[in-house]
């Protein structure tokens, strides 16, 4: 191809959608440029370092590594060239307020023993509750998790699927069809959380999550997460392509129904043959497009949809190693539907809490300072549209909370051995991301924000403008924005 023949793209953002489209675009030839605010890439999956210790931002899980291992063989290459993974075994351990533990893995005759400890008779409802989920699995993810949903006649060719395996009834409806005991009902339903659902609405079609981690194991990159970002970004590079850090998009240029080219603070300015977002959605048209007929209208849509929760994270570097803690946890409070009651619909900030707390030193101790550990507790919070709290002035006794609840269930003398600490609130999701309300996940996963009904990967009037990402179909989590860049890749290099 000439050089004047080359067609070239923006992509604005360097989350893990942005990345893994811009790879597409440039395997496949498309001179590609990602526009990226923050000075350093990943988006959710951002990280710091300090005192010594590297606390990764976001994504912690990793799983189904083939959809990006399928980013390095677009171009023959290999993922193992730039980045290491490493299992994760078990995949979480989960703790009650009374005392109960589940270790929760692929190993299947370990797995077994863990269930049947709390139910003997929950070992077969669980097993029809696996072949639930690899059912939906094969439905929802292999077939359409990264393909688009440009018309309605897409979604009623997917009905008779989400009919099958009953769609509208919740992940948590689903699962108490199938075991019987209150822990368990939880430990196989809990994982909506992280792509922002709650388990008692969302569909039990995100049962799915549970084929996808037992086949293709849960992972974490050496190094951190971020330094799959950044081997993401080396990959990109090392194709061909351009990333422009530290300088936001401030508009997408339109003209009629065409995108014709990309605006930064700086004063920035290029034309491109197309334009794909990856920023928030709600950004994207209220912000990027709004001075256009088209910006205005969606951003008055988007803004009557459900968006999903924030999150409250505390970062902390303790002196001293914690070999017994394993890397994922899950600490369920005493409540659960109530306690997600309060965060998905009352907007309230409960006083109790369930915490995910990642120790990722456990398996990778270069991430803290020689014999120390790096860790991260997070808690589900409302965002700001439903609790517009002043989160500055609360930060500090809510990390402290956190940290007690932790000290008193997990690690006696915690707080004395605090090396660092630092806080991350819904404000900063808001104000660092343009997260629309601070969402931690963008859209709420619900059956009625899903597929067709989710934002378009490709605008239905500006026909060379795309998004990717967590507000486009399939949804938020790693596999899931990189099965969207999958999507809109495909309609991308189809209409170039
Ligand atoms: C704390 C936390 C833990 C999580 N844990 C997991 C997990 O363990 N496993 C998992 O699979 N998923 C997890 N998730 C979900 C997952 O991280 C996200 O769904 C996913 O990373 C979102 O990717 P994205 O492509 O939508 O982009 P984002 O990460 O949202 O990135 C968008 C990018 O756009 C940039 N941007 C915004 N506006 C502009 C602008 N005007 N100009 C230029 N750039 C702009 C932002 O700076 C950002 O870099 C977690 C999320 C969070 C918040």
Same mark, same amino acid.
């Given at each position: 191809?000439?050089?004047? !023949?080359?067609?070239?793209?923006?992509?604005?953002?360097?989350?893990?959608?942005?990345?893994?489209?811009?790879?597409?675009?440039?395997?496949?030839?498309?001179?590609?440029?990602?526009? !990226?605010?923050?000075?350093?890439?990943?988006?959710?999956?951002?990280?710091?370092?300090?005192?010594?210790?590297?606390?990764?931002?976001?994504?912690?899980?990793?799983?189904?590594?083939?959809?990006?291992?399928?980013?390095?063989?677009?171009?023959?290459?290999?993922?193992?060239?730039?980045?290491?993974?490493?299992?994760?075994?078990?995949?979480?351990?989960?703790?009650?307020?009374?005392?109960?533990?589940?270790?929760?893995?692929?190993?299947?005759?370990?797995?077994?023993?863990?269930?049947?400890?709390?139910?003997?008779?929950?070992?077969?409802?669980?097993?029809?509750?696996?072949?639930?989920?690899?059912?939906?699995?094969?439905?929802?993810?292999?077939?359409?998790?990264?393909?688009?949903?440009?018309?309605? $006649?897409?979604?009623?060719? $997917?009905?008779?699927?989400?009919?099958?395996?009953?769609?509208?009834?919740?992940?948590?409806?689903?699962?108490?069809?199938?075991?019987?005991?209150?822990?368990?009902?939880?430990?196989?339903?809990?994982?909506?959380?992280?792509?922002?659902?709650?388990?008692?609405?969302?569909?039990?079609?995100?049962?799915?999550?549970?084929?996808?981690?037992?086949?293709?194991?849960?992972?974490?990159?050496?190094?951190?997460?971020? %330094?799959?970002?950044?081997?993401?970004?080396?990959?990109?590079?090392?194709?061909?392509?351009? *990333?422009?850090?530290?300088?936001?998009?401030?508009?997408?240029?339109?003209?009629?129904?065409?995108?014709?080219?990309?605006?930064?603070?700086?004063?920035?300015?290029?034309?491109?043959?197309?334009?794909?977002?990856?920023?928030? *959605?709600?950004?994207?048209?209220?912000?990027?497009?709004?001075?256009?007929?088209?910006?205005?209208?969606?951003?008055?849509?988007?803004?009557?949809?459900?968006?999903?929760?924030?999150?409250?994270?505390?970062?902390?570097?303790?002196?001293?190693?914690?070999?017994?803690?394993?890397?994922?946890?899950?600490?369920?409070?005493?409540?659960?539907?109530?306690?997600?009651?309060? *965060?998905?619909?009352?907007?309230?900030?409960?006083?109790?809490?369930?915490?995910?707390?990642?120790?990722?030193?456990?398996?990778?101790?270069?991430?803290?300072?020689?014999?120390?550990?790096?860790?991260?507790?997070?808690?589900?919070?409302?965002?700001?549209?439903?609790?517009?709290?002043?989160?500055?002035?609360?930060?500090?006794?809510? $990390?402290?909370?956190?940290?007690?609840?932790?000290?008193?269930?997990?690690?006696?003398?915690?707080? !004395?051995?605090?090396?660092?600490?630092?806080?991350?609130?819904?404000?900063?999701?808001?104000?660092?991301?343009?997260?629309?309300?601070?969402?931690?996940?963008?859209?709420?996963?619900?059956?009625?924000?899903?597929?067709?009904?989710?934002?378009?990967?490709?605008?239905?009037?500006?026909?060379?403008?795309?998004?990717?990402?967590?507000?486009?179909?399939?949804? %938020?989590?790693?596999?899931?924005?990189?099965?969207?860049?999958?999507?809109?890749?495909?309609?991308?290099?189809?209409?170039?």
């Amino acid at each position: 191809m000439t050089h004047a !023949e080359t067609r070239t793209a923006a992509v604005i953002g360097a989350g893990f959608g942005g990345l893994a489209l811009a790879i597409r675009l440039q395997s496949a030839g498309i001179a590609t440029t990602i526009v !990226e605010g923050r000075e350093k890439p990943g988006g959710r999956a951002y990280a710091w370092e300090r005192d010594g210790f590297t606390f990764d931002a976001g994504p912690t899980v990793i799983t189904d590594p083939d959809c990006l291992r399928e980013l390095w063989a677009l171009s023959g290459r290999d993922l193992a060239d730039d980045v290491t993974l490493l299992p994760v075994m078990p995949f979480y351990r989960l703790n009650w307020p009374d005392g109960t533990m589940f270790d929760y893995s692929n190993d299947e005759p370990r797995l077994r023993a863990e269930i049947a400890k709390l139910n003997p008779g929950d070992v077969a409802g669980y097993a029809r509750f696996l072949d639930y989920a690899a059912g939906v699995y094969r439905e929802g993810y292999e077939k359409l998790g990264a393909v688009a949903f440009l018309d309605f $006649a897409a979604m009623i060719r $997917a009905a008779p699927a989400l009919a099958r395996y009953q769609a509208w009834r919740s992940v948590y409806s689903m699962v108490s069809s199938f075991v019987q005991d209150a822990h368990l009902r939880q430990a196989l339903s809990f994982h909506t959380l992280l792509v922002g659902g709650n388990p008692m609405t969302t569909s039990a079609i995100y049962a799915l999550i549970h084929k996808l981690e037992k086949a293709g194991g849960v992972w974490f990159a050496k190094g951190g997460t971020h %330094a799959l970002v950044r081997g993401m970004v080396k990959h990109f590079e090392r194709l061909g392509g351009t *990333i422009r850090l530290g300088d936001p998009a401030v508009e997408i240029e339109t003209g009629g129904d065409r995108a014709s080219g990309v605006r930064t603070r700086s004063g920035w300015y290029q034309a491109f043959d197309a334009v794909a977002s990856n920023a928030d *959605i709600m950004h994207s048209y209220r912000d990027l497009l709004g001075s256009s007929a088209r910006g205005r209208s969606v951003s008055r849509r988007l803004a009557r949809k459900a968006f999903s929760p924030s999150l409250f994270l505390v970062h902390f570097g303790v002196k001293g190693t914690w070999p017994g803690i394993p890397h994922h946890m899950i600490l369920f409070g005493p409540r659960y539907d109530g306690l997600l009651t309060d *965060i998905y619909r009352r907007g309230v900030l409960p006083a109790d809490f369930s915490l995910y707390l990642h120790h990722p030193t456990v398996t990778d101790p270069s991430l803290a300072p020689e014999g120390c550990s790096t860790f991260y507790a997070l808690a589900p919070v409302p965002h700001l549209g439903k609790a517009p709290l002043d989160w500055e002035q609360l930060q500090q006794s809510y $990390a402290d909370r956190i940290l007690d609840e932790v000290e008193r269930r997990l690690m006696p003398g915690l707080r !004395e051995r605090i090396v660092t600490r630092f806080h991350y609130t819904p404000a900063d999701f808001a104000h660092d991301l343009n997260a629309h309300l601070g969402s931690a996940f963008s859209l709420e996963p619900l059956l009625t924000q899903s597929a067709w009904f989710r934002t378009h990967n490709r605008d239905d009037r500006i026909r060379n403008l795309y998004f990717v990402g967590a507000g486009t179909h399939p949804g %938020a989590g790693i596999p899931g924005v990189v099965g969207s860049a999958k999507a809109t890749a495909a309609l991308m290099l189809e209409d170039m």
